[in-house]
């Protein structure tokens, strides 16, 4: 069936050091890929997302690539810092429409001063 | 514009009794999906409504309902509760870029 895999489950980093969390997708028709950020007692935020009509998409200092031969896409985190911590999770979806979002497990950054 | 509400924020239930949570979403989305979070499995999705509507279904049992009112508002029931029930239950929303779905603070729910 439909899964996402995430990796890694932690991350720890020095603020102004990168991150970088990786997902593969088992569905060859999903065609959009969110991440969302969620801290502590609230729900998810969508900080960026791509479709698979694009490679890469940058703002500031986030950026995700996306590869849909290899089923892969990646958030990329730069200069981090210690209110980048939280829990992050990538997701997608077959559709352009509203259609269900298949999320990862979950990646607990952690961005030390 | 005001984000995604949802009431109650905490709710604790016994087993055997139901319960019903209310989402109401960003002012102008017509879709509200409701998603299941907990430890073990993580965000999985449970229903979609669209215009009063239900649009997409997750693999949950006939426990679990909802519905969406005429002003979008959507609520959903869970009858005879169960103790693997409890989670933090999030509402998401999405407007003319359906792909696209932001999500309320949850209500987390604890079946004792």
């Known amino acids: 069936g439909e899964n996402v895999e995430q990796h890694p489950s932690t991350l720890s980093v020095q603020e102004g050091d990168s991150a970088v969390i990786k997902c593969t997708y088992s569905?060859?028709?999903?065609?959009?890929f969110p991440w969302y950020k969620q801290e502590l007692g609230k729900g998810p935020q969508l900080i960026i997302d791509?479709?698979?009509?694009?490679g890469e998409k940058k703002d500031q200092r986030i950026a995700v690539t996306l590869n849909k031969t290899a089923k892969h896409f990646s958030l990329h985190i730069t200069e981090t810092q210690p209110e980048d911590s939280a829990v992050y999770f990538c997701?997608?979806?077959?559709?352009?429409?509203?259609?269900?979002?298949?999320f990862g497990t979950g990646t607990r950054l952690q961005v030390f001063p | 514009k005001a984000g995604v509400t949802q009431t109650p924020r905490y709710l604790i239930k016994t087993r055997g009794q139901q319960v019903t949570l209310s989402c109401s979403p960003i002012?102008?989305?017509?879709?509200v999906s409701w998603y299941q979070q907990t430890p073990g499995q993580g965000l999985q999705f449970l229903f979609e409504y669209f215009s009063e509507t239900q649009r997409n279904k997750g693999n949950f049992p006939g426990r679990f309902s909802g519905r969406q009112f005429s002003n979008s508002r959507s609520e959903m029931n869970v009858s005879t509760l169960e103790l693997g029930d409890s989670a933090l239950y999030l509402c998401?929303?999405?407007?003319?870029?359906?792909?696209?779905?932001?999500f309320g603070p949850g209500t987390r729910l604890t079946v004792t």
């Open positions: 997701a997608a979806s077959r559709s352009y429409n509203t259609d269900k979002l298949i």
């Open positions: 791509i479709r698979s009509n694009v």
């Open positions: 998401a929303s999405s407007g003319d870029r359906e792909y696209e779905q932001y």
């Open positions: 569905d060859s028709a999903s065609n959009y």
């Open positions: 002012s102008g989305h017509r879709s």
